[in-house]
């Protein structure tokens, strides 16, 4: 069965960090780019960034450039998410994917 | 960037019927590149049709995506009750990859 799942969600304060992570299963990851998106609450998608296959070229949303650090380890079928400096506006549930595959999405809460 | 404009935003209907929904680019998207999603409540996106047209695996084919260039359509043949969400568009091609605001399908 083809399955992502997302963890590492949770309540930081403004200005900190969170690391999220996507354990993926049931389909080669090493083969597929990656991607994160994000979904604030009551509001539509939004993409965040993307890597390709061997990690070798990664891009973002203009909103998160310099804050947040996308990665992966092929050996061990995990995606990250190395987010910084977080805001209030960064307040969403962050989705690991391929397009095909969808995790349920864990859900970060930037508040005081 | 490429801006994707979806209408209607709500689209009111009776099981049965048709729907019909449009994704409006900015500037052309390869068809490739195209995609609908649909999404319930508390639940993650599902893909329903990639590079415009194609179905994604298990997608029933009630659900038929086409156009080319600026203009894409999703049509639902015949809905049915578990078909009333929201769906959205993307294009996947130039960075940034964007979505489209959505389209509620309700129940009429």
């Known amino acids: 069965e083809v399955q992502v799942v997302e963890s590492g969600g949770g309540l930081v304060q403004p200005g900190g960090s969170l690391r999220l992570s996507c354990a993926a299963s049931g389909f080669t990851f090493s083969s597929y780019w990656m991607f994160w998106v994000r979904q604030a609450p009551g509001k539509g998608l939004v993409w965040v960034s993307r890597i390709n296959n061997d990690g070798s070229s990664t891009s973002y949303a203009d909103s998160v450039k310099g804050r947040f650090t996308i990665s992966r380890d092929n050996a061990k079928n995990t995606l990250y998410l190395q987010m910084n400096s977080l805001t209030a506006e960064d307040t969403a549930v962050y989705y690991c994917?391929?397009?095909?595959?969808w995790g349920q999405g864990t859900l970060v809460t930037v508040s005081s | 960037e490429i801006v994707l404009t979806q209408s209607p935003g709500t689209l009111s209907l009776s099981p049965g019927e048709r729907a019909t929904l449009s994704c409006r680019a900015s500037?052309?998207?390869?068809?490739?590149?195209l995609a609908w999603y649909q999404q319930k409540p508390g639940q993650a996106p599902r893909l329903l049709i990639y590079?415009?047209?194609s179905r994604a695996t298990g997608i029933p084919d009630r659900f038929s995506g086409s156009g080319s260039g600026t203009d894409f359509t999703l049509t639902i043949s015949r809905l049915q009750p578990e078909d009333f969400a929201v769906y959205y568009c993307q294009q996947y091609g130039p960075s940034p990859i964007t979505f489209g605001p959505g389209t509620k399908v309700d129940l009429k």
């Open positions: 590079g415009a047209s």
């Open positions: 994917t391929n397009w095909f595959a």
């Open positions: 500037q052309s998207v390869s068809s490739s590149y």
